[in-house]
T-cell receptor, first 117, second 112 residues
């Protein structure tokens, strides 16, 4: 089946530093990947849609200069949290849509737990 | 804008009990609907999806869901749950071209 990986699974950083999270589709090509944020006991909130070879599309209220997204290849998207602050601590999940799947199914990664001290 | 409501936040059942988790969406018209499951410590996995055709959709692990257009609902069911079904369940609707709108999730605990 379609597998999506994320790296790292957990990261702890100091306030003011930047953190990069990778999302890879391991056995399929994904022209579109998605980045979600999951708050404790809450649902997943879409942050942005990552499009291979073009700029990401951000949801309302998400700062594009703070959450930098790069989708440089058909199997890799990265999310960089710049100048992280404690309020950025969260669980970040990516998903990818198989370019050949017309049924719009998204396959999810295992998530990355970010803790900003 | 589209929204998804899951009315049960926590459900506790004994093994072999029947399960029904409610899901309602707000916007009518053509919808694509999904149920995802997240087992403890694991990532979200697709249980089943509805795009068109038979409104009763069968998924993996004995789960099924029924799309009732008149009620804007897509409830998840399983006739007999197992301890291994303990997980969090998310209903989602595809909005626009590729945006998934998730419900708040339902935590299911199944006791042996």
């Amino acid at each position: 089946g379609a597998v999506v990986s994320q790296h790292p699974s957990r990261v702890i950083c100091k306030s003011g530093t930047s953190v990069k999270i990778e999302c890879r589709s391991l056995d399929f090509q994904a022209t579109t990947m998605f980045w979600y944020r999951q708050f404790p006991k809450k649902s997943l909130m879409l942050m942005a849609t990552s499009n291979e070879g073009s700029k990401a599309t951000y949801e309302q209220g998400v700062e594009k200069d703070k959450f930098l997204i790069n989708h440089a290849s058909l199997t890799l998207s990265t999310l960089t949290v710049t100048s992280a602050h404690p309020e950025d601590s969260s669980f970040y999940i990516c998903s990818a849509r198989d370019s050949l799947d017309h049924l719009d199914t998204q396959y999810f990664g295992p998530g990355t737990r970010l803790t900003v001290l | 804008a589209q929204s998804v409501s899951q009315h049960n936040h926590h459900v506790i059942l004994s093994e072999a009990a029947s399960l029904e988790l409610g899901c309602n969406y707000s916007y009518g018209g053509t919808v694509n609907l999904f149920w995802y499951v997240q087992y403890p410590g694991q990532h979200l996995q697709l249980l089943l999806k509805y795009f068109s055709g038979d409104p009763l959709v069968k998924g993996i692990k004995g789960f099924e869901a029924e799309f009732i257009k008149s009620k804007f609902s897509f409830n998840l069911r399983k006739p007999s749950v197992q301890w291994s079904d303990t997980a969090e369940y998310f209903c989602a609707v595809l909005w626009g071209y590729n945006k998934l709108i998730f419900g708040a999730g339902t935590r299911l605990a199944v006791h042996p």
